[in-house]
């Protein structure tokens, strides 16, 4: 597609069940990003990856969230046991290139999650 | 990544220019300013970015002061659909692996008929 493509659109979980976030970045970008964003708030950092490497999973607030890119193209964020702060809207983002911070970072419109 | 400030909101009429301010007081000569909005219950959208030179694109225009502390986002023709949150981001240049967007809170611009 044009875009990165996130999936489901919106979720509703229940506390205490896995959840799993798809993301599907523009087509040969190197470079992805996961945020996540509450309420009000601005975008937060999760973790990042170039190719299948996660090279930076700083901002994953906990172990129950985990993240792969196995083949470098689609992601999974998957988050266990799932708690009621972890209602939010989480963002997928993708980049063609490394290293050079003038390639601009394009993201999806968001999973929608809402945990009760 | 260097911090910035912005005010929380502010408005302008349609058809008016909208000039949002950006403070980054604490800029390295290696850093980026790049401007994104997000439109309610979107992704963040790119609009523009600079490193000391003013730019333009077909969105807005970026100017950046000589000393760089500061910065201005000009959407030359406001419309309702420019409604929105925009970010103001210091980004590191080069920085080889990770290159993540830091985001603040953002202005709130709202655009009045």
């Known amino acids: 597609g044009a875009g990165v493509s996130q999936s489901p659109r919106y979720k509703v979980a229940k506390r205490g069940q896995d959840v799993a976030l798809r993301c599907d970045p523009i087509?040969?970008?190197?470079?992805l990003f996961w945020y996540q964003q509450a309420l009000g708030q601005g975008p937060e950092f999760l973790t990042y990856f170039q190719n299948e490497a996660q090279l930076d999973k700083s901002g994953l607030p906990s172990d129950r969230f985990f993240a792969e890119r196995p083949e470098g193209s689609v992601s999974t964020l998957k988050i266990q046991r799932t708690q009621q702060e972890d209602s939010a809207v989480y963002l997928c983002?993708?980049?063609?290139?490394?290293?050079?911070?003038?390639?601009?970072?394009?993201f999806g419109e968001g999973s929608w999650l809402t945990v009760v | 990544d260097a911090k910035t400030t912005q005010p929380p909101s502010m408005d302008c009429a349609e058809g008016r220019a909208a000039n949002l301010p950006c403070n980054h007081s604490t800029i390295s000569g290696n850093e980026y300013v790049y401007w994104y909005r997000q439109i309610h219950s979107q992704g963040p959208q790119y609009i523009i970015h600079?490193?000391?030179n003013n730019e333009t694109n077909e969105m807005a225009s970026l100017i950046i002061t000589e000393d760089r502390k500061s910065s201005t986002l000009i959407l030359p023709h406001a419309t309702l659909r420019d409604t929105a949150v925009y970010y103001c981001?210091?980004?590191?240049?080069?920085?080889?692996?990770?290159?993540?967007?830091?985001f603040g809170k953002g202005i709130t611009l709202s655009v009045r008929p």
């Open positions: 981001i210091v980004r590191i240049k080069n920085t080889g692996a990770n290159s993540k967007l830091t």
């Open positions: 600079g490193l000391k």
């Open positions: 087509s040969g970008h190197v470079s």
């Open positions: 983002a993708s980049s063609p290139r490394t290293g050079y911070s003038g390639n601009t970072i394009y």
